[in-house]
């Protein structure tokens, strides 16, 4: 599985950037696909997920202001991110779990992408 991610850029505070992601899978089954976000010097934290029956969770900073949404028949996820803050300035993940086939049994895997820089000018 591969992931593409692209979108980031740079933003004035309150514009609005979005994010793109395609999967190149071969023999798996995407459940959950995901954005999360690591600013320096902090944790990777999540920042939405949509799963295969469209069920979407967010961050509690980023709800009203972002909205994950995905194309499951050709394997791409999308985030739009609207009145961009200062504070949302991080480097963006894709991330996507789902399962793999392995005899009579399905096997959970889960991939990142290689991340996509927002950054977000005051």
């Known amino acids: 599985v591969q992931l593409q991610a692209s979108g980031g850029g740079l933003v004035q505070a309150g514009g609005s950037l979005r994010l793109s992601c395609a999967a190149s899978v071969r023999n798996f089954n995407i459940n959950t696909m995901s954005w999360y976000r690591q600013a320096p010097g902090k944790q990777r934290e999540l920042v939405a997920a949509i799963t295969s029956g469209g069920s979407t969770n967010y961050a509690d900073s980023v709800k009203g202001r972002f909205t994950i949404s995905r194309d499951s028949a050709k394997n791409t996820v999308a985030l739009q991110m609207n009145s961009l803050k200062p504070e949302d300035a991080a480097i963006y993940y894709c991330?996507?779990?789902?399962?793999?086939?392995?005899?009579?049994?399905?096997?959970?895997?889960?991939?990142w992408g290689q991340g996509t820089q927002v950054t977000v000018s005051s």
């Open positions: 991330y996507v779990a789902g399962t793999t086939p392995r005899g009579l049994e399905f096997v959970r895997r889960d991939y």
